[in-house]
């Protein structure tokens, strides 16, 4: 949008400018460069207003789920390891040493946006020491509030190398937080079950990114919240969501505020009966748990007895078609 009014701008004031030197001198001419120039940018100005439509165009919602789930998608692929990686131990592994230094933030608020592991990792095998970092990518951090502590060491830790290994910004991104794409889905999904706005089919096609993100998450190792040098000593130690986090973020709010939709009922039951047939069998725990959940709700939500059969019912596209089992004989 800044580009394309800058470039429109530059149009009309050099063409009002080129105006100066229209019969100059009573030459009856109009410069040849001036025409040029002109001609170049009224090229230029139809291109940009082109793609400003197009960019435009792309603000559909449709397209914004998509983009949002692409976001999540690359994320996880890039932090997370496949679920056959060898298990670490995760952020409930505690340290021996004392505690004696921590890390605060002072100033306005900000938002942890991304961490330098490695970075952090080398600073404590450097310095015989372990961190601990209180702070999660996509926490806010106010004033004074400690981002990391320090365990044990050969001494202090200049704060400046410790600040330098955390990003901090204002406002949250996708770089190393999944929960950031998954909370802009279910933002979209709520808005759009709301009274005022009652748009299920916008929350059902959130719902169809969600589940993407959530088979993704189920086939990889999320337990990674353990950091080790070379020689296999734990050196750091951050907190990651873990699955249960994931699918309290992908399901209670829109379970709470979609409860008497029977089109957002339909699509999560067949949600989470998608998940349960894809996912590991260690993670179909938490998901019968969520099973459990929506029918619940349905009972709750709905008096009338058809209205309740119709809500309990698995349907991929809300309100398509309905889906059969097959029972045996």
Not at 118 to 125: E, T
Not at 198 to 211: F, G, H, K
Not at 267 to 278: D, G, H, I, N, Q
Not at 295 to 321: M, P
Request: glycine content about 6%; overall charge neutral; some cysteine.
């Amino acid at each position: 949008m800044s580009h394309a009014i800058g470039v429109f701008t530059a149009t009309f004031l050099y063409a009002l400018s080129a105006l100066a030197w229209v019969d100059r001198g009573a030459s009856g001419r109009v410069p040849l460069a001036s025409v040029v120039v002109v001609a170049a940018l009224l090229i230029v100005s139809i291109v940009m207003f082109i793609s400003l439509i197009q960019r435009v165009g792309t603000l559909q919602i449709t397209r914004m789920l998509i983009f949002t789930g692409d976001q999540g998608r690359e994320i996880i692929e890039q932090l997370y390891p496949p679920i056959e990686a060898p298990a670490t131990l995760g952020s409930a592994e505690t340290f021996k040493a004392p505690c004696v230094q921590s890390l605060f933030h002072h100033g306005h608020p900000r938002i942890v946006q991304a961490v330098d592991f490695p970075g952090l990792v080398g600073i404590a095998s450097q310095a015989e020491c372990a961190i601990e970092l209180v702070a999660s990518v996509g926490d806010a951090v106010l004033d004074s509030t400690p981002i990391l502590s320090v365990f044990g060491g050969t001494g202090r830790i200049a704060e400046a190398a410790l600040r330098k290994a955390v990003e901090l910004g204002g406002e949250r991104t996708f770089e190393q937080d999944p929960k950031y794409a998954i909370r802009l889905l279910v933002d979209i999904a709520i808005k759009a079950l709301s009274p005022a706005i009652n748009d299920p089919t916008t929350a059902v096609q959130a719902l169809e990114q969600i589940e993407d993100l959530l088979i993704r998450l189920g086939r990889r190792r999320l337990e990674i919240g353990a950091f080790r040098d070379a020689q296999g000593k734990l050196r750091l130690l951050a907190t990651f969501p873990s699955w249960e986090d994931f699918l309290r973020l992908a399901f209670d709010e829109i379970r709470f505020y979609g409860a008497t939709s029977v089109q957002a009922m339909r699509r999560m039951k067949a949600l989470v009966s998608e998940l349960m047939a894809v996912v590991p069998e260690e993670r179909r725990p938490a998901l019968r748990y969520r099973q459990e959940r929506l029918q619940s709700t349905v009972e709750r939500a709905f008096s009338d007895s058809e209205d309740k059969l119709e809500a309990s019912t698995e349907d991929r596209q809300g309100l398509g078609s309905s889906r059969r089992k097959i029972e045996s004989i």
